[in-house]
């Protein structure tokens, strides 16, 4: 069964920390390169973070420095911590293989978790 779930988003403050987790089905996340997008109101989405399935990670300039993938293979779990949020990282966060899993011949995608960053 092919599964992505993400968790751990939720309401904080600019300056704040979140951890965002992943739970894949291994079909999707076993020895592939995976990734956390995220879409805010009224854009496209975008891949912010990516990992290999050997742990070399990328980032979108927007977060360097401040987010950090990461991936526990014998779990088939993702993660993204979050630190110095701003405003502007508001968006609901998405896991998937990068590029993304295709089923049926669209894109899959889970629920997301939202994240909201305001004061």
């Known amino acids: 069964q092919v599964q992505l779930v993400e968790s751990g988003g939720g309401l904080v403050q600019p300056g704040g920390s979140l951890r965002l987790s992943c739970a894949a089905s291994?079909?999707?996340?076993?020895?592939?390169?995976m990734g956390w997008y995220r879409q805010a109101p009224g854009k496209q989405r975008e891949l912010v973070a990516a990992i290999t399935s050997a742990g070399s990670t990328n980032y979108v300039d927007s977060v360097k420095g401040r987010f950090t993938i990461s991936r526990t293979n014998n779990k088939n779990t993702l993660y993204l911590q979050m630190n110095s949020l701003k405003p502007e990282d508001t968006a609901i966060y998405y896991c998937?293989?990068?590029?993304?899993?295709?089923?049926?011949?669209?894109?899959?995608w889970g629920q997301g978790t939202q994240v909201t960053v305001s004061s």
């Open positions: 998937n293989r990068n590029p993304p899993y295709v089923q049926g011949g669209n894109a899959y």
């Open positions: 291994g079909s999707i996340f076993r020895l592939t390169a």
